[in-house]
Nanobody
Framework: QVQLVESGGGLVQAGGSLRLSCAASGRTFSRYAMGWLRQAPGKEREYVAGISWNGGSTNYADSVKGRFTISRDNAKNTVYLQMNSLKPEDTAVYYC???????????????WGQGTQVTVSS
């Protein structure tokens, strides 16, 4: 059983920054692609960013491109989401999720964390 635990969310003013972390249990983290998704109140969950299993490839939703950066540290079993120039519309619960084995930055996810709340005030 894989456990994913997000942290780093909080309240920030528009234009500010936050760094989310997602720590994964188990010994096979480095073999899997990872992603970040978010869900705002009253909206469906949406894709934010993904990273391949070895960190060599990343992908971003158009809405965050140029502002967010996904990265991973396989030695620490952790994936990160650096969020800069935050906007009120970025307010959501952010989830990390595990993608495919030896996969790229896009694709389905099979394990999810519990989420961390990000609130951006105007």
């Amino acid at each position: 059983q894989v456990q994913l635990v997000e942290s780093g969310g909080g309240l920030v003013q528009a234009g500010g920054s936050l760094r989310l972390s997602c720590a994964a249990s188990g010994r096979t983290f480095s073999r899997y692609a990872m992603g970040w998704l978010r869900q705002a109140p009253g909206k469906e969950r949406e894709y934010v960013a993904g990273i391949s299993w070895n960190g060599g490839s990343t992908n971003y939703a158009d809405s965050v491109k140029g502002r967010f950066t996904i990265s991973r540290d396989n030695a620490k079993n952790t994936v990160y989401l650096q969020m800069n120039s935050l906007k009120p519309e970025d307010t959501a619960v952010y989830y990390c999720a595990r993608g495919g084995m030896f996969g790229g930055p896009l694709g389905g996810y099979d394990y999810w964390g519990q989420g961390t709340q990000v609130t951006v005030s105007s």
